[in-house]
């Protein structure tokens, strides 16, 4: 046999060799799967997995939503929605005890949709992030004091980041009045803070109570932030205006 034949059969041996503990390992690894997975189980938290209260799902429960039609899906949620809607007309009650205030200062009413769209987007980031750990599993419920203070704090350093930014913008380029700026810096911090904080808190809620917080926890916090927004900024704007001397 010459050299390149034996050359060629070694190397046909091993391939076949490294085939074979390839095999061995794929079937290996198909067991562990196998076992870990419960027969055809995937482990994830319907209702944020990891923390205390785990529920094995079937690949069937998982791809429920794909397979609801969509009136069930709207059905299930109009209840829900019906409730925040109520709460978000707490705002108009807001507006109508403050109406005097925005008459004299007409300048206030022009950043309330930006203060309630930054509230969502602030809460609506934390609220992502919370049920994104949860459902991972790299936090608890018993987590739950470390992760509210900990977005506090990164809600107080966004918005006054944020307000830094915006009020000098206000008042140089937007020709706003110099008191309505510094209410503008004051309130982007608050807001952003209790955006953030609720954020935090509602999926901890939900998953203590057993409701579902992806259904829950964004609108929750939408209409409390809009809420508790709103009656800060006009707060604020009251205390600003009475050491500037201004009517309200």
């Known amino acids: 046999m010459s050299n390149d034949s034996k050359f060629s059969a070694s190397a046909l041996g091993e391939l076949k060799e490294t085939i074979r503990s390839q095999t061995k390992e794929i079937e290996r690894l198909k067991a562990q799967l196998a076992k870990s997975g419960g027969g055809g189980k995937s ?65 206030l009413a022009l950043f309330v949709p930006l203060l309630a769209g930054h509230g969502g987007n602030t809460g609506g980031q934390t609220v992502g992030t919370i049920l994104s750990a949860l459902s991972a599993g790299t936090i608890k419920v018993s987590d739950a004091p470390k992760v509210v203070w900990k977005e506090s704090c990164a809600g107080i350093l966004s918005g006054s980041i944020l307000g830094a930014i915006v009020a000098p913008i206000a008042y140089k380029v937007l020709g706003v009045s110099f008191h309505v700026a510094v209410v503008l810096f004051f309130t982007l911090p608050l807001v952003s803070m209790i955006a953030s904080t609720l954020g935090s808190i509602i999926p901890f809620i939900c998953v203590l109570v057993r409701l579902d917080p992806s259904v829950i926890a964004a609108p929750a916090m939408t209409s409390l932030v809009d809420v508790a927004g709103l009656m800060g900024y006009f707060m604020i704007a009251n205390y600003i205006f009475k050491l500037y001397g201004l009517e309200l």
Do not use: C, Q
């Open 43 to 107: 482990k994830a938290a319907s209702h944020g997995g990891g923390h205390g209260g785990d529920v094995e799902l079937t690949v069937e429960e998982l791809n429920k939503y794909l397979h609801d039609p969509f009136y069930r899906v709207g059905l299930e949620r109009v209840g829900w929605l019906g409730i925040f809607l109520g709460s978000l007309s707490a705002t108009a009650l807001i507006m109508n005890v403050f109406e005097e205030t925005l008459e004299k200062h007409i300048e």
